[in-house]
Structures are given as C-alpha cells and as structure tokens.
T-cell receptor
Framework: DAKTTQPTSMDCAEGRAANLPCNHS???????VYWYRQIHSQGPQYIIH???NNETNEMASLIITEDRKSSTLILPHATLRDTAVYYC?????????????FGTGTRLTIIP | DAGITQSPRHKVTETGTPVTLRCHQT?????MYWYRQDPGHGLRLIHY???????DKGEVSDGYSVSRSKTEDFLLTLESATSSQTSVYFC?????????????FGPGTRLTVT
C-alpha cells in the first residue's frame, strides 16, 4: 500500500520557490510526515519533518494541512544543487525498527 | 555533513564468496542501519543496531549478518554472495529513532556480484 502520493516530476526555475506536494490521506494521528531527498548517486538526505504544525529549518519549510491529509515542502530559493528526487514519508516510531520506506518520489529539476 | 564513511565504495565479487561492508561514524550516534536500494524497490532495511552488540533484523535480512563491537563501526556481511544481492548499500545513523530527528546516510557502497 502506498501511504503517500507525489507527482512523478516537476520543474522549477532557479531562484524561485519550489513547492512539492504530497498526499497522505490515510495518515494516522501518531504518524509524522518526513521529507528526504536523494541527489544522483548519493545517499539520501534528511530535510525536515512535522506532525501537525508547520515547520521551518535552514533547508526548507513544511506546510501541513489542518486535516493532515496533505503537505507541501517548500524550497524558498531553489538552486541547481536542489535538483534531486524528493521523498515524502509518513512514519511512526516503534522501538528503533525504523523501516524507512521510500516510494518513487518526485524528481525535481531546477532550470537555469 | 554527518561523519559517516562506508568502505569499500565499489566492489565486484563472485557468487559464493563472503563479503563484508563497513560503516564507520564519528558522531557517537546510538542507532545504525543498513539499507539496500534497488530500482523498483526503493530503500529496504536489512539490519539495524541500537547499541554495541545489540542488533536486530529488518525486512530483508536473509543472507546477511551484522556485527557491532564498537559504537562507531557497524559491519554488514554477505555470508555467501548471490547475484540477487547486487545493489547499492547505504548505512545510516541517528541519535534517536524517528521523530526526534531524521537519519543521516553514508555515501553508499555499490556491490556487484557476478
């Protein structure tokens, strides 16, 4: 079962905000929304996570809808180095057996 | 960047030979994980460790064993390599599991079994 749905690909102009949507309509009350990205041939990189409230860090902002059925990752000023596959994941912590399951993600291409 | 290294970065080996991959961290994080990544399957957890000598199986542990004799090192051994174990292997670390923060991944090891 796919717990999240993301567009397959997106383009964004360099310097503009990149907004990546994710649907997670079956999310449970104790599941967090996590975002990772993977630049070609590199290990995945943690970006941000949230439960209910919007979150911001040095990399991105995460906007979660009030019903928690969808979220948007925002890269405020996209650069060419942000070209990557972005994964939206919902997860619960259960004693350390963190089965990180990546779906197909969104391939974001930043256009010069 | 978190201090995680993996060795070797690339390896070609023959079917039936044992192979050991090493993950080394300088962050003193408690949790360490081994994943494999294959086209069409995404990232799959092989084994994980929640402390020295404390390890447990993930979803695709058959054919793999692990050891953690020191906080900084987590070894993954393919007891008798098979072609189905050709993959990219990623090590990850975290200070706490899950919501307190995300995992930090190493650069990966590309293993080819011929």
């Amino acid at each position: 079962d796919a717990k999240t749905t993301q567009p397959t690909s997106m383009d964004c102009a360099e310097g503009r905000a990149a907004n990546l949507p994710c649907n997670h309509s079956t999310i449970s009350g104790n599941e967090y929304v996590y975002w990772y990205r993977q630049i070609h041939s590199q290990g995945p990189q943690y970006i941000i996570h949230g439960l209910k409230n919007n979150e911001t860090n040095e990399m991105a902002s995460l906007i979660i809808t009030e019903d928690r059925k969808s979220s948007t990752l925002i890269l405020p000023h996209a650069t060419l180095r942000d070209t990557a596959v972005y994964y939206c994941i919902v997860r619960v912590v259960v004693g350390g057996n963190e089965k990180l399951t990546f779906g197909t993600g969104t391939r974001l291409t930043i256009i010069p | 960047d978190a201090g995680i290294t993996q060795s070797p970065r690339h390896k070609v080996t023959e079917t039936g030979t044992p192979v050991t991959l090493r993950c080394h961290q300088t962050e003193n994080h408690r949790y360490m994980y081994w994943y494999r990544q294959d086209p069409g399957h995404g990232l799959r957890l092989i084994h994980y460790s929640y402390g020295v000598k404390d390890t447990d199986k993930g979803e695709v542990s058959d054919g793999y064993s692990v050891s953690r004799s020191k906080t900084e090192d987590f070894l993954l051994t393919l007891e008798s390599a098979t072609s189905s174990q050709t993959s990219v292997y990623f090590c990850a670390i975290s200070q706490t599991p899950g919501p307190a923060g995300g995992e930090y991944f190493g650069p990966g090891t590309r293993l080819t079994v011929t």
